[in-house]
């Protein structure tokens, strides 16, 4: 059996807190809780879904509301539709964020973690575990399984994060409705078990921290941008630009970029609209955020046609980057990790910095 846990992990630098002396010796009790500890795959998926929690836009209070919402439907529902309903969804709140293979009770001491997994990435890990790394676990952004054919669940949080910049709640409801249902079409035809099969296959632990990350990413970006005023759009590049992901993604052609707009640009309120809710919202809220006075946008990426809508309601439009910016959250959550002992091999896309080190590892 493993040890039991103790709720938060000792410092590193903060070791010495913790020596004692007992039988004439001194006894570091830091360094012997360090030894003995473990973090299963269930530890981190509570992590996961407790970080989302405390980052997300509705705050805890609109998250509990969602979870009433989730309970009271699923009574309502009939015995053989019961069978059907995903209970997990009435404790964790993103449907894109799960754990897709492997026993939950397993330890983890390294992971890979990155954007994209695929087939590829699991026989990636599986190549790597023949060359010696012992990667207990693989970490995905992007969801896969069951998780990405419910993708369009998680869109519910857009409502409130809209509602926040001014939106009429009723507004943004109407407006994503049909949103939601395009975007559960798109993703219905996908082949969502590709990668889940594959580590089931290779017999290698699996899974996706999607919404969460986002929100991480998210809390993090509105805490520079929404707390203050910003003269120009130039003014927020030059801010955005400091932050270490952005700059090494400058250096890989995949830094921000304004969509619409320009640098001279009055910001006017800018809000960081585009980085959490599983993807892309309804184009027709453009106008609305503009109504409700939102000058500048920041956002992960977009399409033309919400591009079009920018321009047509005088919005700037700043695209930080996709991939830049899911490492953004990632970062956060796996500094969490780093903490608890766990060695993080960045893999897909990710553009690991740690925060901890306040160092970057791929520049
Ligand atoms: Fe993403």
Not at 280 to 304: D, P, Q, R
Request: with cysteine; glycine share 8%; net charge neutral.
């Amino acid at each position: 059996m493993r040890p039991t846990r103790l709720p938060v992990p000792p410092p590193w630098q903060n070791l010495d807190r913790y020596q004692f002396q007992h039988c004439g010796l001194n006894w570091n009790f830091g360094l012997i809780y360090y030894i003995i500890s473990t973090v299963t795959i269930e530890e981190i998926y509570q992590l996961a879904i407790k970080m989302g929690i405390g980052a997300d836009p509705r705050g805890k209070e609109g998250v509990a509301k969602y979870l009433a919402r989730q309970k009271k439907a699923y009574e309502e529902l009939s015995t053989s539709k019961k069978e059907d309903f995903d209970l997990e969804s009435l404790k964790n709140p993103y449907s894109d964020t799960r754990i897709l293979f492997g026993d939950s009770s397993v330890n983890v001491d390294k992971i890979m973690a990155g954007i994209d997994f695929d087939t590829g990435e699991v026989v990636l890990a599986d190549r790597l575990n023949q060359k010696g790394e012992s990667i207990d676990l693989l970490i995905a952004h992007h969801p896969s399984g069951g998780a990405l054919a419910s993708l369009h669940e998680v869109m519910d949080l857009q409502v409130d994060l809209m509602a926040s910049y001014g939106v009429p709640i009723n507004v943004a409801e109407g407006m994503l409705s049909e949103r939601v249902s395009e975007v559960r079409r798109k993703i219905g035809p996908i082949n969502h078990y590709r990668s889940v099969d594959a580590a089931r296959l290779l017999g290698l632990p699996f899974m996706c921290i999607h919404t969460v990350w986002d929100n991480l990413g998210w809390r993090f970006m509105a805490g520079i941008f929404e707390k203050k005023d910003y003269e120009t759009v130039g003014d927020v590049m030059d801010i955005l630009k400091t932050i270490p992901e952005y700059k090494q993604a400058i250096k890989y052609k995949a830094g921000p970029t304004i969509y619409w707009g320009s640098e001279k640009n009055r910001a006017g309120r800018v809000a960081v609209s585009e980085f959490t809710g599983g993807t892309e919202g309804a184009k027709e809220i453009y106008e609305k955020l503009s109504h409700a006075g939102i000058g500048t946008i920041i956002g992960m990426h977009v399409s033309e046609e919400h591009r079009e809508e920018a321009k047509k309601y005088h919005i700037n439009l700043i695209i930080a980057g996709h991939i830049v910016s899911d490492s953004v959250g990632a970062n956060l959550f796996l500094d969490e990790l780093e903490k608890r002992g766990i060695t993080i091999i960045p893999a897909s896309g990710l553009i690991r910095v740690n925060r901890l080190k306040t160092r970057t590892k791929r520049s």
